[in-house]
């Protein structure tokens, strides 16, 4: 019932190359870039056209683009799909002030006529074959309901499918999500609905598909833990250690090899929570943390050449 219906949510900061293969190893059947600015895409910033790297491994692939400008996004959209998207996803669900002020992002969930804009000009501008999709959080705040009113605005504006975050803007990533409102929207929209927000095993991903979502999204608890995609669909266990600490090695291998030092500090973000999930002791974690160049992790990481057995 899940094949090919469990995605990888886009994170920025967290979703690169390197990390999209990872969860694609264990069963992703969908992933999705971070988000990218629209206008760094317009005005040839360098740092921005980094994120459209994708290899011909990477399908298939969702690429999201965060702006308030509809020019800006179909112009955007089209160098995506020329870099390999499958999809394009809109943003109108970040909460980041910096995004925000700009009008982009959740902003957009107060300003119909601009989402409405922004997905034509992006439909418009895609080949057909390329659906574009939106991503929208259930409101700005507790009570406004500016998700369910907006989203079928943007799928008669021909958005091929929303998917929901059902946090409002202002809770950020605090609480839990509210799933009554996915189930609403998947009742009340006729394209699908993709769910997102707390899904972290197989008893929260098969509710989702229960109340009517077409898809469910992993995040948060994908990170360090890839190989929770295969948990979730084939009903097992975790993976051996052996199989976990050469996934690590595999991901740290390829985190270097396509981001160079950066990879460093990128790292950081996973190293406590590969060892919440068991690839390591504490010890091996802060002295990870502490490493400050490539040889250092490697060097660190040789012990998990000798991995312990399951
Ligand atoms: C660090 C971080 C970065 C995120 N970046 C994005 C992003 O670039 N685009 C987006 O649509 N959502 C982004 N999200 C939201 C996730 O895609 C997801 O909807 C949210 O975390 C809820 O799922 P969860 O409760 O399973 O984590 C981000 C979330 C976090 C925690």
Redesign the pocket.
């Known amino acids: 019932m899940l094949d090919r219906r469990l995605f990888m949510?886009?994170?920025?900061?967290?979703t690169t190359q390197a990390f999209r293969r990872s969860v694609r190893r264990w069963g992703a059947g969908l992933v999705h870039t971070?988000?990218i600015a629209a206008m760094g895409i317009v005005h040839g910033n360098r740092r921005t056209l980094d994120y459209l790297a994708c290899g011909s491994d990477e399908h298939p692939i969702g690429f999201?683009l965060f702006g308030g400008d509809a020019t800006a996004l179909a112009r955007a959209a089209e160098a995506c799909v020329a870099a390999g998207a499958d999809l394009v996803d809109l943003?109108m669900?970040?909460p980041v002030r910096k995004v925000v002020k700009t009008g982009a992002g959740a902003a957009l969930l107060g300003a119909p006529e601009a989402a409405e804009a922004a997905v034509r000009a992006v439909v418009a501008a895609v080949p057909a074959h390329v659906p574009v999709t939106v991503?929208i959080r259930s409101g700005l705040r507790e009570g406004d309901e500016a998700g369910r009113r907006l989203a079928p605005r943007l799928v008669a504006a021909g958005a091929a499918a929303i998917c929901v975050?059902p946090r409002t803007a202002a809770q950020l990533?605090r609480g839990r999500?509210d799933h009554t409102v996915t189930a609403t929207l998947a009742a009340e929209l006729p394209v699908p609905v993709v769910a997102?927000?707390?899904?972290d095993g197989r008893a929260a991903a098969l509710a989702l598909l229960d109340r009517g979502a077409a898809a469910v999204?992993?995040?948060?608890?994908a990170v360090g833990r890839p190989w929770l995609f295969r948990e979730i669909l084939a009903d097992g266990p975790p993976p051996s250690n052996a199989e976990r600490s050469a996934e690590v090695r595999r991901f740290v291998a390829e985190v270097f090899a396509t981001m160079g030092p950066r990879g460093v500090g990128y790292l950081r973000q996973f190293w406590p929570r590969f060892r919440r999930a068991r690839v390591f002791e504490r010890e091996l974690a802060t002295e990870l943390m502490k490493a400050t160049s490539e040889a250092e992790v490697s060097v660190l990481l040789a012990r998990l050449e000798a991995p312990r057995t399951a």
């Open positions: 949510a886009p994170m920025a900061g967290l971070e988000m999201q943003n669900a970040c991503k975050h990533y999500a997102s927000g707390d899904v999204m992993l995040a948060r608890h």
